[in-house]
């Protein structure tokens, strides 16, 4: 855990009014409860059954974003105490998001995963894709759907390069792509663009991010087995 790092990055951040998203996946609950202690509010997790052992044990005012790609028939575990989904990739993700909150008397937020790196493993929509999903959700909300599974904006990943044009270029795509999603709905409060990482995120502030998602800077480089 590097202190330090996340008290220049808070303050960095604070000056250019984005959020900071703590990336905790493969983090213990002590180095997450440290990162509490000094006011971070906002964690980001992976995956779904590491996050649910976490969440029972953390304090409860902890603002828990799932980040990776997730299952419909993983919805209904995390339905009951997430804040926001930031890996909506699809109309029948965002479905079964609306469903499972709705049962559980909450809206659960939602950002809409934008594909804007030339890497196959990455997930998310392209514009045609967003084009349709934007659509359908208005045409739906007439009939009371969606109500529970609010679209607050969008999350996307540049590539793994160290070109910072082409990261550049990527980061202005995926803004131009969230500006078509607040036109979408000018009424509702869209105003989440969840866009950089520990690699890029001075880049992705540049280019108008409002929520830089950071694990490694501040947790250290993640051990795997």
Not at 23 to 50: A, H, P, W
Not at 110 to 120: K, S
Not at 208 to 213: A, E, P, Q, Y
């Amino acid at each position: 855990m590097n202190t330090t790092a996340y008290t220049e990055i808070t303050e960095q951040l604070k000056s250019s009014g984005v959020q900071l998203l703590a990336v905790s996946k493969t983090k213990t609950v002590e180095e997450i409860q440290m990162l509490y202690d000094l006011g971070q509010r906002d964690f980001g997790e992976n995956y779904v059954q590491e996050l649910m052992e976490k969440q029972t044990v953390l304090p409860k005012d902890i603002r828990w974003h799932f980040i990776g790609h997730l299952q419909t028939n993983k919805v209904k575990f995390l339905a009951p105490f997430i804040y926001m989904i930031q890996s909506v990739d699809s109309l029948k993700l965002l479905l079964e998001i609306d469903k499972h909150a709705a049962k559980n008397g909450r809206a659960v937020r939602c950002l809409l995963q934008i594909y804007i790196a030339h890497e196959d493993t990455k997930f998310g929509l392209n514009e045609s894709a967003l084009d349709s999903l934007l659509l359908t959700v208005n045409q739906n909300r007439q009939e009371g759907r969606f109500s529970h599974s609010p679209i607050s904006g969008c999350m996307g990943m540049a590539s793994l390069t160290d070109d910072k044009m082409q990261i550049k270029e990527e980061f202005k795509q995926l803004h131009l792509l969230y500006e078509k999603t607040r036109a979408a709905f000018p009424s509702d409060p869209v105003d989440t663009l969840s866009m950089g990482m520990s690699s890029d995120y001075s880049i992705a502030i540049e280019s108008g991010s409002t929520m830089v998602r950071i694990g490694s800077l501040i947790f250290g480089k993640r051990i795997t087995t």
